[in-house]
């Protein structure tokens, strides 16, 4: 006599909960991944390290051109009118500022030899200083002291 209920007359299949099937949306969102990864990579790194370069900050925008650009650059400050600087022969300078005493303009020209020294138009809240080397050199900075 066979006895049913909580015995099985037969074994169970074994299943294999470790591996889930890999599907075609999985294989999609790995690639698509992979390719942003790859591509943010390469906008980073794709410009040369040590290219001097000016960076100029205003109250709400932000600037970033080779040092060897000709450019004038209209910055809205905080006191309504534009803080000019120009950037022309490797040199960038505040052309003119609304502030009152004028301590930005008469900080001169500022160059590569001058490297990281800044300019501040601290009424009008603008801010510009110039990065990078053009000798290629390696030198200690910031994040390897």
């Known amino acids: 006599m066979r006895v049913t209920g909580f015995w099985l007359s037969e074994r169970p299949q074994k299943r294999d909960y470790m591996k889930p099937p890999v599907k075609i949306p ?3 969102i790995i690639l698509l991944a992979l390719g942003l990864t790859g591509y943010s ?6 410009h040369p390290r040590n290219m001097p370069r000016v960076l100029i900050q205003g109250p709400t925008q932000r ?4 040092l060897d650009a000709e450019e004038t650059v209209r910055v809205r400050g905080v ?6 600087i120009r950037i022309h022969a490797n040199e960038v300078w505040v052309e003119s500022s609304p ?4 301590t930005c303009v008469g900080m001169g020209h500022i160059s590569v030899n001058s490297l990281w020294n800044w300019v501040a138009c601290l009424p009008n809240n603008v801010f510009f200083v110039i990065e990078g080397s053009d ?4 030198f200690i900075d910031g994040v390897a002291w």
Request: proline residues 4%; charged residues 20%.
């Open 26 to 28: 999985d294989i999609v």
């Open 135 to 138: 000798d290629g050199g390696d």
């Open 99 to 102: 502030c009152d005493n004028k």
């Open 79 to 84: 006191l309504g009118n534009d803080t000019v």
């Open 41 to 46: 990579a390469f906008v980073a790194y794709m």
């Open 63 to 66: 600037w970033i051109f080779p």
